[in-house]
Structure formats: structure tokens, C-alpha cells
């Protein structure tokens, strides 16, 4: 196997067909099949559940995967290292909703004038979600909020470091007086499960609502989905004042505010590169700490 073979294999996992990949990766379908067929042989093993509809990773593939991201992320990660004072390459980012929607436009502004040679690729997802793909290489950093211990400090998970950026003022958003419906539930819109603002938030209902027998929660995809449901008079839901102060909210909507939040730069132990390195500075010049 060689680099180009596990850039394809990868490709391949991710758009679970090879027409796809090869759309993507400018080459022939043909040349995406036989590389995909001589990296099974070698392996022994099929990477690939096939039927007529799309390619799905099999047991050994799922765990292939893992290795091959690694694999790929630690020879970008050395090329870099070979040019230690001109980033370069790609950095692979990820960001909370909230973080991108009200924090990030400045900092990718300057990170661009600053390493125009760096390909950065952002994508945003819960915390728990952005915590995984760094930790399996899928990501090199992420802008997440993590969960703090007994002690009200951040619990950064085993094999990742991080860094404080941001401070969040976390606003629970009602239509009115919080109460429970007749059958005893509050409604709340949120991310789905992972999302460290929705934790909080559910928490908190949970220990100010005594009359509430559930938490009914409505999963959205994005803030102005929350404040749909917020003007629909039906749900509540809990968001950093940065992206609240940013969007048209109903009227006699109400603001309670409930928690400071961080949030943090995280990466792997050990890992380096200068794109990274300069990310964390121009971070650090925009921090409100």
C-alpha cells in the first residue's frame, strides 16, 4: 500500500461510492476500483460491503479506516515539520456551531493573510462529535466547549491537550415564563446529543423546574431552527448571547441568563505543525479572557 492508495480508500469510506470518489478525487472510476481491489488482496480481507446502491465499510474496513488516518495525518503532519517556518499543507478544523456563527469570521480572516499557503478545511458538529474526530485524526484541532469535573474545571479527555479561547455568557431563551405543559414536560430545542450546550442547558431545567416530569427535547440543526421553535411558543432553548445578539429573536421572547461557558482549542498530544502553531497565536489575539 502507499500513500495515494489510502488517500483513495479513505475517499472512497467517506462518499460510500466509487463514482463519487472518483468525481471527487479527479480520476477514473476504473483506477478507483483496482486500487480499491489490490489494497484488499493485500490485506486479505474485503474493506467494502458492495450492493447495488453504495459501498459501505465492512468490520475490517471500519477498522482499517482508523489506521489509515493516522497514517495519512502523521506523513502531512512530518512533511509540514520539514518546512517549520512556512506553513503550509492542510489543517483540518472543527468548530462548534456556535463558535463559528460568532467568533470565527475575524480569526480565519487574519489565519488566511497570514498563511495563504495553508488549505484549511472547517467543519462544525457537537463537542462530544469534534473531541472524536480529533482524537481518531480526522481532525487536527477543534474549537469545542468541554465539560468541566467536580471541581468546575474543563475535563480534557486522555491524549488530548487544550487551551482556553473564548468565554460564553449562555442565555436560556423563552417565550415566556418557563412552566411544564399538562402532562408535565418542558420543551426544549437543541443540538443533538453531544452538544455540551444542550447538557448544560438540560441540566439546568432540570434543577429549576421542580414541577417538570421530562425534558422534551426537539433536535435542530441550527440556531435559526431553535428560535422556530422558541416563536412557535412551545420551546425554550439555551445559546451563547454572541449568537443571540447576531439574530432577529421573537417578540416578548424572554433572556435568562444561566452559566459562563469556555471554550477551548483542543489537539492531539504530540502533535505539531506550523499551520497549527499559527493558529493558536492569531487565537489568542482575538481571545475576550
Known sequence: MNHSTLQIFQVVAEEQSV??????????QSNITTRIHQLEAELDVALFIRDSKKMTLSAEGERFLDYAKKILSLAEEARQAMHPTQPGGLLHMGAMEATAASRLTPVLQQFHRHCPQVNLVLKTMPTQQLLDCVGNTSLDCA????????????ACPAGLES???FSERLLLLTPGDISPDEAGRIRFAAFPDGCSYRARGQSWL???????KTIDVQEVGSYHGMIACLASGNYSCLLPESVADRLMLPERSQRQFIDN??????????????ALQEM???LALHTNL
Not at 206 to 212: G, N, P
Not at 265 to 273: C, D, E, P
Open 280 to 282: 493558536k497565536q492569531i
Open 261 to 274: 461557558a469556555l471554550t477551548q482549542l483542543v489537539w492531539r498530544k504530540g502533535y505539531s505543525s506550523p
Open 143 to 154: 474549537l469545542v466547549s468541554l465539560p468541566v469535573d467536580a471541581s468546575g474545571k474543563p
Open 206 to 212: 432540570t434543577r429549576h423546574s421542580l414541577a417538570a
Open 19 to 28: 463514482t463519487r470518489a472518483a468525481r471527487r478525487l479527479g480520476r477514473v
Open 163 to 165: 487551551v482556553n479561547v
